[in-house]
């Protein structure tokens, strides 16, 4: 199915399929040993022009949107879904430029990542504010022309490798969440620095870190949005960029289901190839129906999203539910029907497992996503009465 894609789209899904088949995948596994950044495959994405796809065109970017970020997601993950986040994790820490940004903001800082000259990052998480993104306890105070940060932020995407961070810090405690403000930080600014680089169970091609910052100066243009509206940048944030996690989980998935099909019709057992077995044809048949229902609801919702729907916030998070849900069923099963060769490292349905994890918890648990529906449903539902 292509869901009515525009030939600039169908073009976007051929050229991220060319460079996953031939210089992803060919290194996918020795970067998933070594744990290494890929910087030679952002080198390839950058000179494709695939860096600024969301971006609009009068920052060099490609103009598109949503929908051609996640078709380019979802093309590189059936390979890969680890190399490739340095695209969608750049997206993440790129959105609240886009959405909140000053036209000098967006003028210094999209041209640079549309040029492929530097990744981005967001930096929201800290050890003791995950889900609870409220809680935040860095805190940036006002001296003069200038913001001083102090504070931790954990288990950044692009951590290290991004010149870029979108980060979220408290102006005024007492405030709750309504005295969170975000800030554009570069890498280099004195008084910012990196801690300990994760060692991951999956996606351990991307690189994530810490961000520490001891009286870290920065000036008070970095401000994004106005003082106070940190907050609702990062759920603003979040509601953009979950359909891209959600392409991702679909990517891993669609790439563990087109293995489990091609290995079924050359595995024999009894006599047979095993994809002439009813129980492998349901399992099959169950993996490519999840697939397909995902990649409806994340195009649909993309869709809205560029076409400046609002209320877009329960939808998001569903696709970023049901997408991850399905890619850890998918590749569990996939390696089942592998059977033992797919409990081994020489077959890549062992790493779309471990990969798959991680989209059911990062840019909020999968138990925050239904919090972030239900709440959404009771609250349409209060404004039809
Ligand atoms: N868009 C606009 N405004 C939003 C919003 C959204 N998507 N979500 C919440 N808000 C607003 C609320 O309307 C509320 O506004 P008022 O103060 O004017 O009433 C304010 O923000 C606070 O909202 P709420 O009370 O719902 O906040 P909570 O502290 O209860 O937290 C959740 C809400 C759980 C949804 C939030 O903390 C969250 O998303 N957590 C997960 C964070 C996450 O994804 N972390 C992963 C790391 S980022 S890679």
Redesign the pocket.
């Known amino acids: 199915m292509e869901y009515f894609f525009t030939d600039e789209q169908k073009m976007i899904v051929e050229l991220a399929k060319k460079i996953a088949q031939e210089k992803i995948k060919p290194v996918r596994q020795q970067y998933d040993e070594s744990g290494e950044f890929p910087w030679e495959i952002v080198k390839e994405l950058a000179q494709a022009d695939l860096m600024g796809l969301y971006i609009p065109q009068q920052y060099g970017g490609f103009g598109g949107g949503v929908v051609e970020l996640c078709l380019a997601v979802e093309e590189l993950c059936k390979v890969d879904g680890g190399i490739s986040l340095s695209l969608a994790a750049t997206a993440?820490g790129t959105f609240p430029i886009l959405l909140f940004g000053t036209d000098e903001q967006k003028n210094k800082y999209l041209t640079r990542i549309t040029k492929g000259e530097c990744l981005a990052a967001?930096g929201?998480?800290e050890p003791e504010a995950?889900?609870?993104?409220?809680a935040t306890k860095t805190t940036a105070v006002k001296d003069g022309d200038h913001y001083v940060l102090n504070g931790t932020k954990c288990f950044i995407t692009n951590g290290g490798v991004a010149e870029i961070y979108t980060v979220i810090a408290m102006t005024d405690k007492a405030k709750g969440?309504?005295g969170a403000s975000a800030f554009i930080v570069e890498k280099g600014t004195p008084g910012f620095t990196f801690g300990k680089k994760e060692d991951k169970m999956g996606i351990r091609a991307s690189a994530t870190c810490e961000l520490i910052f001891q009286d870290c100066r920065i000036p008070k243009e970095n401000l994004l949005g106005r003082e106070g509206a940190g907050?609702?940048v990062a759920?603003?944030t979040?509601?953009q960029s979950r359909p891209g996690v959600a392409a991702q989980a679909l990517g891993i998935a669609a790439g563990a289901l087109d293995e489990a099909v091609e290995y079924s019709k050359t595995r024999k057992q009894f006599g047979h190839p095993i994809s002439g077995f009813q129980a492998i044809q349901h399992m099959l048949a169950d993996m490519a129906t999840q697939v397909e229902a995902a990649r409806a609801l994340i195009y649909l919702t993309a869709r809205a999203i560029d076409n400046k729907e609002k209320d877009i916030?329960g939808i998001s998070a569903m696709c970023k539910l049901f997408a991850s849900d399905t890619a850890m069923k998918v590749t569990t099963d996939a390696v089942q029907i592998f059977g033992g060769y797919g409990y081994m490292k020489e077959y890549p349905v062992e790493k779309m497992m471990r990969d798959a994890k991680i989209t059911q918890i990062?840019?909020?648990t999968n138990q925050?996503q239904r919090?972030?529906i239900a709440?959404d449903l009771i609250k349409k539902s209060a404004k039809k009465k």
């Open positions: 993440l967001f929201l998480t995950g889900s609870d993104a409220g969440s309504r907050f609702i759920m603003k979040l509601d916030s990062y840019e909020g925050i919090n972030v709440l």
